[in-house]
């Protein structure tokens, strides 16, 4: 099987299970019992770190995202409403039962309404017409202009049928059983360094990836333009980018580097038809439920992350999203925002640590990783 660097057969192959492994049985029990409370108590502590930006929205526009319960955008959504006071619509879609975003979704609103700031979130299929079509009717009635962020992540996780199957190096992690995340807060979870297999995608994969992430932003905003609440030359429609290196052999071998690519596509083409500022909004890899499931991704952030706080350039998730507002900051007309910069110019070290990991060096190369508070 073809791999991305020479084969060390020192570290053993292991399966990389969906949120780490965690029990489907015991996930519905600890989520019923914990989740709402993990979830308000993740928000207090959020709110009371929040610092205002400064934005240029109106008081009759909102910000509608495709995505909001997890990840980067929660932590958008979070930061627009309770510090910069903008209202913000997410439809977004979690299992009732088995996903954290409901709850996050919730604590949201319920704090929101308690403020007197309008958020919604919609737990449903982002990519149906019937979605968006409801969606706009309710948002005509209450503003008078919408800007779009485009956050799904979703699809395949293999490689292309042309490049073949491959090995990766990575970390085996659990997840945290409430926030299913990767868990880097103790090394009891650290449980080894490894090898991943990545297969191949099917034609149905790849096609899916593509309707997935390539379709979202064109589809809302078709909506939105035909109900006048995508404003030429006031609207922005965004999306979240990640800049991928050309031999990335899990993202760039396989349909995530080419939805990415339609989804840049998508930019052009609804600048160019409706009259939006468009924008890529370029993060870094972060530690979120979509990075720990994708092979490597956890070594590419861990060791990534070791760099960034030796350099003292590590930015969490909600530092990230207090800089995504520089994306609408008065004055601001460009068309890419990049977070990722020092990122970017950690990856040659990433590579050169990531050969020599081993079982015998592995905690050293992510001490100041696990149990860092700041993460």
């Given amino acids: 099987m073809p791999h991305d660097e020479d084969f060390d057969p020192s570290l053993a192959c292991f399966e990389k299970l969906p949120l780490g492994g965690l029990d489907r ?10 989740g709402a409370s993990t979830a308000a108590a993740d928000l207090a502590a959020h709110r009371k770190r929040l610092t205002k930006a400064g934005t240029a929205f109106g008081k009759d526009a909102c910000v509608l995202m495709l995505g909001g319960s ?7 959504a979070t930061q627009l409403l309770f510090a910069e006071g903008v209202p913000v619509y997410c439809v977004h879609r979690d299992s009732e039962q088995l996903q954290i975003g409901v709850h996050h979704a919730r604590a949201i609103t319920t704090a929101a309404r308690d403020a007197g700031i309008f958020a919604e979130f919609r737990n449903e299929d982002a990519l149906r017409p019937e979605t968006a079509a409801t969606v706009v009717d309710l948002l005509k009635d209450k503003f008078r202009v919408v800007h779009l962020i485009d956050g799904i992540a979703s699809g395949s996780l293999k490689r ?6 491959a090995r990766v190096r990575d970390l085996d992690v659990a997840f945290d059983p409430v926030r299913q995340i990767p868990d880097f807060s103790r090394w009891e979870s650290i449980r080894k360094p490894g090898w991943v297999e990545v297969g191949v995608a099917t034609p149905a994969e790849i096609e899916r990836t593509h309707k997935m992430m390539g379709s979202g932003a064109w589809i809302w905003s078709e909506a939105l333009a035909a109900a006048g ?8 429609v965004s999306f979240c980018d990640y800049d991928y290196e050309p031999d990335d052999p899990v993202y ?16 052009a083409d609804i600048r160019d038809k409706f009259g939006a500022r468009t924008m890529r909004l370029c993060y870094p890899v972060m530690n979120t439920t979509a990075i720990g499931a994708i092979p490597g ?12 706080l030796e350099r003292g350039k590590y930015r969490n998730l909600e530092q990230l999203a207090l800089d995504s507002m520089a994306a609408w900051a008065p004055g601001f007309s460009g068309d890419e925002v990049r977070f990722d910069r020092p ?7 990433f ?3 990531k050969r020599t990991l081993s079982m015998d060096n592995y905690k050293q190369l992510i001490s100041r990783v696990v149990g860092n508070p700041a993460l």
């Fill in 25 to 34: 049985r015991a996930l519905l029990s600890t989520l019923a019992e914990k």
């Fill in 70 to 76: 997890n990840g980067i955008l929660k932590a958008v």
């Fill in 160 to 165: 292309l049928p042309e490049n073949g199957p």
């Fill in 229 to 236: 609440l995508l404003v030429r030359g006031e609207s922005t």
């Fill in 252 to 267: 760039a071998m396989g349909p995530l580097a080419s939805a990415k690519n339609l989804q840049r596509q998508r930019m």
């Fill in 297 to 308: 991704g956890c070594i590419m952030y861990a060791l990534t992350t070791e760099i960034l």
């Fill in 343 to 349: 990122y970017q110019e950690a990856l040659a070290e």
């Fill in 351 to 353: 590579h050169v640590r």
